[in-house]
C-alpha cells in the first residue's frame, strides 16, 4: 500500500467506516489464518476489518478498490486448500460480525444468513421448527463461506450440495457494488431467469466478490434417522454395495467409506471397536416405516457382497457418537503420529473407478512410507486421504506433496476431478489447469478479468 | 452479410465444411421456427446448416465468426420464448444430424448425447438398462437443447432441472473454439474444481456458445409408480396440501396443479370425466412398500385440507393416459377455441405465495376477458397460464401481452422469478433487467461480452 500513500492513509478511512474496534494490525492479523497451515505457508494479511453490514462491506471494498489493495474473504478459516492466505497482503475482511438469520420462511423451505452464520448455528436457529440445513462438510464452517467454497459432505449424496441448496446470493463486487445473483429478496425454488450467477459466485473461493448473504434452501427434520456400520472383505464389495443401493433407488442420507487405516484410527481415538477392515457408516431417514424397508433393502445388498451384520446406532445419543467419530476422523488421524501436522486431500472419480482408485492410491501410500487414512464420500465417488506428517521433516513434505499430485493425476486419468468438495485454493492451480484444458481455463481467466480487472479478490487462488 | 464479401462466397465455404446437403437457403428455412410463433413474430434465418460433428460445428462457426455473422443453434424448435428467431438473420446450425448417444456408463449413473438426441429418444434407448433420465418439460426436447434453456418440467420437484442433472457440456464457442465445462471427459458427480462453467452455459439459451454435447446423470427406474388425481374446494386447500407433502419429507415425483378451466378443458379434449375444481396429479414413485406409505401420508393430508378420495392410476397404461391428458394441456387449452393459437407463459413464485397469485391471476384474466387455464408444477412453486388468442385480433393480442406482464410483475413482487423454466428468450428482457436490477445484468453483460465480444450467438435473445 507504500505506493498507494501507505497504510497511514488506508487505516483512517477503514476507521471511519467500521468504527476503531472494527480495524486491527500486528497481534489480531495472526488469528487470521486457516486450518491448512500445515502445507500452505501462513500469508497473515496487512490489514484486518470486521464489517457489520453489506454497506460497511461495500464501502471498506471502494477503499481498497481505490488504493489497488488485496481483499481476502475470511468466514471462519475451517477450508482446507489456502483460501485466506494474503499471498500479496492487503486486508482481510473478516466477516464473523455479520451473524444474523434473516428471514426464515417456514412454509417456503427457505432461510437467509450472513457470513458469520455458521451450519451448526443455523441448525440450532432452527431446532423449534422442524426444518434443517443438512450440508454437513463436518467442520463449523460459515454457510457462506460453505457457498464460496461449494462445500458439501456426509449429506450430499441425498441433498445435494451447496451447489444445489444455495437459492440467491448477495455479493460485494471488486469495485464495491453490490448485487443479488437471482435478484434482491427473490427466492423462487427453481428459475430459468438469465445467466445463473448464483452458480457462478458458488465455489469461486472469493476470487469473484465477497458473499455477503446466502439464500439457502430447507429441509423438513426427517420422522425417524438409523446409522448402522458395516464391514466388507475388500474395497470392491464395500463400493459394489454403494453401487447397487443407488441403483435401487434406496434414498440413502450418508454412505461413508472408511478404509481399515481410517477404522483403526477412530477405533483408537474414540474408544470404539469395529474390526479392521473397509467399512460402511450408513445413514437412513425418513418415517419408522419407510427406515424399515431402506435397511431391509440394504443390508440384503450388503450381505450379498460379503458385508458382516449391520452394527446399529438407532437412537440420538448412539448415532451422535457413531458420526462423532467419521467427524473425528482428521484428530484421529492427527493422533497416529503425535507432534505431527495433518492435510486432507481430495479427489473425486465416477462410482465404477472407486475401487481401483483406492486400491492403488493404498499401494501407493506404502511404497511411499506416507500415514493417509482414507475416509469419503462414497456415494458421490468422493474421498479424501488425510496426510499426517512431521512438518519439519522437509522430505516427507516434499513426498506428501508429490502423492498428493500423483492422487489428483490418477482421478483425472478416471474421468474424475482434482477435488470434489475442498476447492482449488493455492495447492491445485495447476492440476485444474490440466482438469480443464487450456481454453476453459481462458473461459474462467476472462470472467475473472470481467468482474476484478484488478485482480484484487483473493488474487493467487483458483487461477 | 452483403457488407462481408455476401452470401455467395460464405455458402461455398459452409458446403465445403458440411457437403451440399448440409447447407440450405430457400423452403428448408421456413421449417426451422419454433412452436411460439403465436407471440413471437417468425423470424428465419438466412442459411441453415446441418453440422454432422462437433469439428463441423466449429469449422463452420469460425467462418462465421470471420465474417461477422450471427449463430443460431437449434434443436427441436420447442422452445416456447423464441429463442429460436433470427433477429438479425444469419446462421440458424441446426443440429438434428448429430444424434448420437455416447459413453453410456451405467454403473456410474451418467451418459452423454448429441444435440439430436431427444428425450423420449434417450429414454427409449435406456429401455433395458434400468435406467432413466428424468427431466421432462412436457415436448420431446433436444436434450441439448433442454440444457440450453434450463428446462425442467413434471418431475423437478423430486429429481431437479437440468441444472442439477447436466454434469458437462462440450460448447463452441463464437470464435469457433471447442471448450468442456468440466473438462474433457470427466463426468465426477461433483466437483468444487474451479468455476462452474457448466451451469453458466445451462440456461444461456444459445447466447454464450453452442452446446454440442451434454453429460447427464441418470437415475434408476423405480420398481413401482402409482398416480393419482385429487380435487379440492380451493386453490388454498391444494397448496397448502403440497405444502404439508413437502414438508413430511414424501418423496413425492410428480405434483401437479390444473385450475378449473384446465381441468374442464382437459376432460373435453380427452374425454374425461374428473370434477371441475382445483386438482392436483399426483405421482409417487419407489418400492411397492414404499409407495403404499407414501400415498397413506399424502392421502391423510390432502383429506384434511378438504381434499377428495384419490382418483387412482396404478397400471402403466391408465397412468400413461393420465400423464398424457396432462401433457395435452396446450392442445387441450387450444381446442376450447378452435382456429385460436396459444402461448404458455411461465413464471414462479415460493410456495406459500402460490394461493394468492394464481387467485389474482383468475381474477384478471375474467376482468380483461382472456381464456387462460392455469397448469403448474405445484411442488416447486412455478406454474403456467396457457393463453388461447385469436391472432388476428390484435387488441387481443395486446391485452395477452399485457396480461402476461401483469402476471410476471405479480411474481416479481411476491419475491418470484419471471420465468421459472421457459427461459426469457425474446419476450422476457425487459422482465430480467427487472427482476435482477441494473448491476447484475451489468455483470451478466459483461460476462456475454467476454464471451461473446462481436455479439454473434444468438444476438437479441436474454439481454
Redesign the interface.
Same mark, same amino acid.
Given at each position: 500500500a507504500s505506493e498507494n500513500g501507505g497504510w497511514e492513509r488506508v487505516i483512517p478511512a477503514f476507521r471511519s467506516v467500521c468504527g476503531e474496534d472494527g480495524v486491527s494490525l500486528g497481534e489480531a492479523v495472526r488469528e487470521q489464518h486457516g486450518r491448512d497451515e500445515s502445507v500452505h505457508r501462513c500469508c497473515p494479511p496487512d490489514v484486518v476489518v470486521w464489517p457489520r453490514s453489506v454497506e460497511e462491506v461495500s464501502a471498506l471494498a471502494k477503499i481498497c478498490h481505490h488504493h489497488h489493495l488485496p481483499i481476502i474473504p475470511f468466514g471462519t478459516g475451517t477450508g482446507l486448500e489456502g483460501g485466506v492466505g494474503a499471498l500479496k497482503g492487503g486486508v482481510c475482511f473478516s466477516l464473523r460480525n455479520m451473524d444474523r438469520v434473516l428471514d426464515l420462511?417456514q412454509?417456503?423451505?427457505?432461510v437467509s444468513v450472513e457470513p458469520g452464520v455458521t451450519r451448526k448455528g443455523l441448525n440450532s436457529y432452527l431446532r423449534d421448527t =422442524?426444518l434443517w440445513f443438512p450440508v454437513d462438510p463436518g467442520a463449523d464452517a460459515s454457510l457462506c463461506g460453505m457457498a464460496a *467454497?461449494?462445500? #458439501?459432505g456426509t449429506n450430499?449424496v441425498r441433498y =445435494?450440495?451447496m451447489?444445489?441448496n444455495v437459492l440467491n446470493l448477495e455479493v460485494v !463486487?471488486a469495485d464495491g457494488?453490490?448485487?443479488?445473483?437471482?435478484?434482491?429478496?427473490?427466492?423462487?425454488?427453481?428459475?430459468?431467469?438469465?445467466?445463473?450467477?448464483t452458480?457462478?459466485f458458488?465455489? #469461486?473461493e472469493g476470487t !469473484?466478490g465477497v458473499i455477503t448473504k446466502t439464500t439457502l434452501r430447507l429441509?423438513?427434520v426427517?420422522?425417524a434417522m438409523v446409522s448402522a456400520v458395516c464391514t466388507f472383505p475388500s474395497v470392491q464389495a464395500a463400493v459394489d454395495s454403494t453401487?447397487q443401493v443407488?441403483? *435401487?433407488?434406496v434414498?440413502i442420507a450418508r454412505i461413508e467409506f472408511l478404509d481399515d487405516v481410517m477404522i483403526d484410527a477412530c477405533n483408537s481415538f474414540n474408544s470404539l471397536s469395529y474390526p479392521v477392515a473397509p467399512t460402511l457408516f450408513l445413514e437412513f431417514?425418513?418415517?419408522e416405516? #419407510?427406515l424399515e424397508?431402506q435397511v431391509t433393502?440394504t443390508e440384503e445388498i450388503t450381505q450379498a457382497n460379503g458385508g458382516s451384520d449391520f452394527s446399529w446406532a438407532r437412537d440420538a445419543e448412539t448415532r451422535g457418537r457413531l458420526w462423532k467419530a467419521r467427524h473425528d476422523a482428521w484428530y484421529a488421524a492427527l493422533a497416529l503420529r503425535p507432534g505431527c501436522k495433518a492435510y486432507s486431500t481430495d479427489v @473425486?472419480?465416477?462410482?465404477?473407478?472407486l475401487p481401483q482408485i483406492i486400491v492403488e492410491t493404498k499401494e501407493d501410500l506404502m511404497l511411499n512410507g506416507l500415514t493417509g487414512p482414507i475416509a469419503g464420500h462414497v456415494g458421490?465417488?468422493?474421498f479424501h486421504c488425510i496426510m499426517v506428517m512431521d512438518p519439519n521433516d522437509q522430505d516427507e513434505v516434499i513426498r506428501v506433496h508429490e502423492f498428493t499430485e500423483r492422487l489428483a493425476r490418477r482421478?483425472?486419468a478416471l474421468?474424475? *476431478? @482434482?477435488? =470434489?468438495?475442498?476447492?482449488?485454493g493455492l495447492g491445485?492451480r495447476a492440476l485444474?489447469r490440466e482438469?480443464? =484444458?487450456p !481454453?476453459?481455463?481462458e473461459?474462467?481467466q476472462?470472467?475473472?478479468? *470481467?468482474?476484478d480487472p484488478k485482480n484484487l479478490m483473493n488474487p493467487g487462488k483458483?487461477?
Open positions: 420462511h412454509e417456503d423451505f427457505d =422442524g *467454497t461449494s462445500a #458439501s450430499a =445435494g450440495t451447489r444445489e !463486487l457494488s453490490i448485487i443479488h445473483t437471482a435478484g434482491r429478496g427473490r427466492r423462487p425454488r427453481k428459475t430459468s431467469a438469465g445467466y445463473n450467477l452458480n457462478l458458488v465455489g #469461486s !469473484l429441509y423438513g426427517p420422522e453401487v443407488l441403483q *435401487t433407488g434414498p431417514h425418513g418415517t416405516k #419407510s424397508e433393502v @473425486c472419480v465416477p462410482l465404477s473407478r458421490d465417488g468422493n482421478a483425472l474421468d474424475g *476431478t @482434482c477435488t =470434489g468438495e475442498h476447492g482449488v491445485k485444474l482438469e480443464m =484444458g !481454453l476453459a481455463i473461459v474462467m476472462g470472467l475473472k478479468a *470481467t468482474l483458483v487461477l
